[in-house]
């Protein structure tokens, strides 16, 4: 079993849609960090969090510590959120990053 | 926050040959990381690029195939070296920051090889 794992791996909304991806983690983390990266490839940091919730615009990210669980809600949804939305964790016991799969999210107009 | 650049943006390359992909951040940093994303993977760790000491390599990934170099604090090199089509991927290289005592992380906008 992956230490962090995503769902859904793949995700079609249409726009104006209210979008949710989820990520568990099995380890102890000190940061659980939201990515995305376009077709391009380039990959953007949209928040780290080590408790309660951030937003930024119409991005909204939460974290349950003790459930081990984060959220990423999008609002309003539109198509240039189409992206690969990646959670990753630094853990505790060492700095590295540990990845999830990652979630395709196609918005359609 | 850091912004990174990448050179090439992506290329198009030949079997047995390497390629050298360029890393620059705008502001001094300690720690630099090189990743790979084969298609459909997700992201793996290549090594951490050390300033003036070689660079710490994770299992599956050597030196003489993944040559790194990192002169200076701003500035880090990854060599793929006598490439196959195993290698296209993605190539990204990453900054770590810090935040109190938790890490913000920034990645480049990544490389793009494919090996034909």
């Known amino acids: 079993k992956n230490e962090v794992e995503q769902s859904p791996q793949n995700l079609t909304a249409q726009e104006g849609e209210f979008i949710t991806i989820n990520c568990s983690y099995s380890?102890?983390?000190?940061?659980l960090h939201w990515l995305q990266q376009h077709p391009g490839g380039g990959i953007v940091s949209l928040f780290m969090?080590?408790?309660g919730k951030k937003k930024h615009g119409r991005l909204i990210a939460t974290i349950n510590i003790q459930e081990k669980h984060s959220s990423l809600h999008i609002t309003a949804s539109h198509p240039r959120d189409s992206a690969v939305y990646i959670c990753?964790?630094?853990?505790?016991?060492?700095?590295?990053?540990?990845f999830g799969e990652g979630t395709q999210l196609t918005v359609n107009p | 926050s850091a912004v990174i650049s990448q050179k090439p943006s992506r290329d198009i390359c030949q079997r047995g040959t390497s390629l050298t992909i360029q890393c620059q951040v705008d502001?001094?940093?300690?720690?630099m990381f090189w990743y790979r994303q084969q298609p459909g993977q997700s992201l793996t760790l290549i090594a951490t690029a050390n300033q003036g000491s070689e660079a710490t390599y994770e299992s599956g990934f050597v030196i003489d195939k993944f040559p790194i170099s990192r002169p200076n604090l701003t500035f880090s090199t990854l060599t793929v070296s006598n490439m196959s089509p195993e290698d296209s991927s993605i190539y990204l290289c990453?900054?770590?920051?810090?935040?109190?005592?938790?890490?913000?992380?920034?990645f480049g906008p990544g490389t793009r090889l494919t090996v034909t």
């Open positions: 969090l080590s408790s």
């Open positions: 990453s900054v770590r920051g810090t935040s109190g005592r938790t890490y913000e992380q920034y």
């Open positions: 502001s001094q940093v300690t720690m």
């Open positions: 990753a964790v630094s853990k505790t016991s060492g700095s590295r990053l540990t």
């Open positions: 380890v102890g983390i000190s940061a």
